[in-house]
């Protein structure tokens, strides 16, 4: 999925990658991830999720919600997916790493009660997201996954 962010500065308002601002197209499992959040109980408040902050303006994928108990505080999540169906999985997680940090520290300016997730495939995450590397990348960065299994379009895992 491209992100788009607008630009304001002393020149004029310009937009990256394509003229005027425009809704993201929907990455591949969107829908997906959508229903099993659903499935689990989650309320889908915002499809996409505009995070806006200052001179920035970006799209993570959904915003949701779920009522635990009625005498405790609701929880509220971002789930910014992707597919790594790209020519590189490296690539690619190097791209939703980046994403991911961006949305995180903005939303934690802008809308604190929110919890950012990557939302990633089961099989994405059983073959790629268990190499070595790449679960001490995701220690360091402090990433919290939704695994989806995207056939049956139900949650896997939550890894907090």
């Known amino acids: 999925m491209m992100c ?11 937009d990256c990658y394509c003229t005027g601002l425009s809704m ?3 990455d591949r499992y969107h ?3 959508k229903n099993a959040l659903i499935k689990d109980g989650w309320e889908i408040i915002a ?17 949701a919600e779920k ?5 405790k505080q609701g929880r509220k999540i971002v789930v910014e997916i992707k597919s790594f169906i790209g020519r590189s999985l490296m690539y690619d997680f190097h791209n939703a790493l980046g994403q991911y940090i961006v ?4 939303i934690q300016l802008t809308e604190p009660e ?29 990433l919290l996954l939704l695994v989806v299994d ?6 896997r895992l939550w890894i907090s």
Do not use: M
């Open 114 to 142: 929110y919890t950012l997730y990557l939302g990633i495939d089961d099989l994405v995450y059983g073959e790629f997201f268990q190499r070595k590397s790449i679960q001490a990348v995701i220690a360091q960065n402090n």
């Open 150 to 155: 995207t056939e049956t379009e139900e949650i």
């Open 24 to 26: 993201p197209a929907k």
């Open 4 to 14: 788009w962010v607008t630009l304001r500065s002393t020149q004029p308002t310009r």
């Open 103 to 106: 949305y995180r520290n903005l």
């Open 31 to 33: 829908d997906a991830v």
């Open 47 to 63: 499809d996409p999720y505009l995070i806006k902050y200052e001179d920035a303006e970006l799209y993570a994928d959904l915003a």
């Open 67 to 71: 009522p635990i108990a009625a005498e």
